[in-house]
């Protein structure tokens, strides 16, 4: 009896243990990006799944970046398994190609925009919905996550910009653009996920508005300063750092002094290399006659040392003059050799 009983215990366990292994296969099969996509013939019918490392990259395209390809059935289905991708959220790019394009092409803008972004990792079930023919991506309805939810309400904000129309007054351009931004920004202070507040922020164009938000941006990092990823880090990186820039006054200032002080070294080795070639033009009586010119000597006095006579000497002190570019022998005695 107690036999029996163990061995109906026993085998209860291991259909248990069966059971669970089972769930947990077909869940882990669950795993993926998948989705409905109705195209015109001009398109191929295949899909691509690209990784973005780089928010500065959203906007490139390589057959480096494509980690995965699926097809697309004749009913529009394609799937993607995501079992290889790493197992933190990344952004990611599906995207189509025409017929006459390489795989590796995007269209930026109009009616033919051929891509959407998400964000995934390994775990993740994302669904991707598109009935209409034309225009592939617009109002493609994305679910799965709320990171992804999230990147579709950005992307209706975003859309406002370009829909102000040349129409439109400059500074109501202006207006609206300023205020989207905010919106923007008040989207990447407040949300929780790393990529989607990045995401948001990218699409703010920080760059143009980072000078007049400077005390966001310092308070945002310090938010996040706990985030090592490649995405944080390199927003990091572009955002101008203050010490950088005292860094680069000082930089400045010192150059300025050493270029100022090698002006005058240059300029004080060039006169005295002036001087020199000039002196090199006078002949040997007329470097006498010069020597004793500093010395303050007078024409007679010249004439009566040298032994010559008082009118070679004033022809002599007339050459000096007329070589060295002087008027008077207060310039000679100015000289300092």
Known sequence: MFKTSFKTYLFSIV??????????QNTQEQHNIKGTIKLDSTWTNKVYLSLIPSFNKMYTMSNAMIVSVADIDENG?????????PEDERLYRIHIAKKDAPPASLIIGGDDENHIFIITQKYSNISIHKNAKTMPFHQTKISGGLSNDALDEINEISKFIDSTGVENTYLKREFITKGINEKLRFIADTSS????????LY???YESNYEINKQFYTDYLEKWSHNKSSYFSEFRNSLPREDQKESYSYTNIILAICSFLLGILFSYYFWVLRKANKLKSLSVQERKIFMLLQDGKTNKEISEELNIGLSTVKSHVSNIYSKLGIKSRKEILDMNL
């Open 193 to 200: 996920n790393g990529l989607v507040s990045l995401y948001a």
């Open 203 to 205: 699409k703010s164009k």
């Open 77 to 85: 289905h394609f799937k993607f398994d995501t079992s290889f991708l």
């Open 15 to 24: 259909l248990c243990c069966s059971c669970v292994y089972c769930f947990t």
